[in-house]
């Protein structure tokens, strides 16, 4: 065991902490039983503090790290330790894909349930923890096997609760089968917000995948343009030579921290207005990897070190339809303010699951990825916050690092439900975290 200072991916917030990698369940239970408070953390790809407890024990889950045979239905056993990455190299030579991804493949599978993570499929296929089949989960009143039929109440609390319920330990997941390494994207470029939100909501039900880039920092009538990019997998008829090939490792690494400040409001609008350019006014079937087609920035290792030392927030909330305004609303306020987003995207939700700390809301979500330096940040994001609030919407736990927890309360109305479940199997509420603390998500 060792002390540690551990981050989020943001580089904000750092608890000072024990921590222990864990190779089985026997490990996990004795420090669960030793330790007054720990929690689970994988690659670390939380935006904020969800893994981490100062001055209590993180369990590093990547000893926990075996990956089984895949049976010829599609369905597998991991390890909570083994990341996406891991699993697509064994799994896409054998033609099979997992049935949703976040942005990176740098993510453990008991990090993907515990932040019940989503993709650009949500509105078909909607998040990864509906396709997991049962898991294993170590609580401190003992072990589970449980599924969304055998101890359901337990298996849907567990999912999205940031690790707040026991240490998964590992899940059966059922994969998707694909014949080829590619998909066929279809992208198109739009002058302003009001016609990718549009375009998406009237055509996203022709793609499996959907994601689009806006512009932030553009007004007026071109306020919010943006670059759409849809697609499906490639069917091995459809190409002349299909290849099955798993994802490599990065070609390209930010080996140093960056003077903080060298993203800010001109570098990048000067960015997003080539990004833009650059981008085809119209083009259809494009054939692409799937790396670059989900995992563009796994591309370059330790990415989140060009904010510099300062580091950044990912500001991502949920609004459903009759609340599309917000979006825009957000956006412009974002463009008025001059607080740079380096990075903005925008999604397509279908219905959340029964996990009451579920995320989706069946309508939008949009990702800001905002340095941190300006002094107006944090004034313009409580606004944010507000019009996230009034719209009925909410923010997602596994990217926030400075909501308050009177709003994360009314932006989550089924948390004392929550609490109830996490209560009856952690009753001395040995498991917390830095987030549940800042959040007052749990007792202590």
């Not at 893994?51 to 089984?68: K, T």
């Not at 296929?125 to 049962?134: E, I, N, Q, R």
């Not at 940040?377 to 997602?396: C, F, N, S």
Request: with cysteine.
């Amino acid at each position: 065991m060792s002390r540690e200072l551990l981050y989020g991916w943001g580089l904000t917030a750092p608890g000072n902490c024990e921590v222990q990698t864990v190779f089985d369940e026997a490990q996990v239970v004795d420090r669960m039983n030793k330790a007054p408070h720990t929690i689970a953390r994988g690659l670390g790809r939380s935006y904020g503090d969800p893994a981490q407890v100062s001055g209590g024990v993180v369990l590093n889950n990547r000893g926990l790290g075996d990956i089984g045979r895949i049976s010829d239905e599609g369905v597998v056993t991991v390890g909570a330790g083994a990341s996406i990455h891991e699993l697509l190299q064994l799994s896409t030579p054998l033609g099979w894909f997992v049935p949703v991804t976040p942005g990176t493949r740098q993510v453990t599978i008991g990090g993907a349930i515990a932040a019940d993570v989503h993709g650009k499929n949500h509105h078909v296929d909607g998040s990864f923890s509906d396709h997991v089949l049962s898991m294993r989960l170590v609580t401190p009143t003992g072990a589970h096997t449980i599924s969304p039929t055998v101890k359901p109440e337990l298996f849907w609390a567990t999912v999205g609760a940031m690790g707040l319920t026991g240490v998964i330990t590992e899940a059966t997941i059922q994969m998707i089968p694909i014949t080829t390494d590619s998909v066929f994207v279809d992208t198109n470029r739009y002058a302003n917000l009001e016609a990718v939100m549009t375009a998406m909501f009237e055509g996203d039900v022709n793609y499996r995948y959907s994601v689009a880039w806006v512009d932030c920092m553009t007004k007026g009538k071109n306020m919010g343009r943006a670059i759409l990019t849809r697609g499906d997998h490639v069917e091995a008829d459809q190409i002349e030579k299909p290849t099955l090939i798993g994802p490599q490792p990065p070609k390209l690494n930010v080996p140093f921290m960056p003077p903080s400040g060298l993203l800010n409001r001109a570098t990048v609008r000067l960015f997003n207005e080539a990004w833009f350019r650059v981008a085809p006014q119209h083009r259809e079937q494009e054939k692409q990897s799937l790396s670059t087609f989900f995992h563009p920035l796994d591309g370059v290792s330790n990415w989140n070190r060009m904010y510099g030392k300062r580091g950044f927030l990912q500001y991502q909330f949920a609004v459903s339809d009759a609340h599309s305004d917000t979006v825009v609303n957000v956006i412009k306020r974002l463009s008025e303010s001059g607080v740079a987003s380096f990075l903005a995207v925008l999604k397509r939700f279908g219905e959340g699951n029964a996990s009451p700390l579920s995320f989706p809301i069946a309508g939008w979500t949009l990702a800001l990825d905002l340095p941190i330096g300006s002094p107006r940040l944090p004034k313009v994001l409580d606004e944010l916050d507000d019009m996230v609030l009034a719209a009925g919407g909410r923010l997602y736990f596994a990217k926030d690092s400075r909501l308050s927890p009177e709003k994360a309360q009314l932006m989550y109305p089924r948390l004392d439900e929550f609490r109830k479940i996490k209560n009856r199997i952690d009753p001395e509420h040995k498991l917390t975290s830095d987030l549940a603390r800042r959040l007052r998500l749990v007792g202590e």
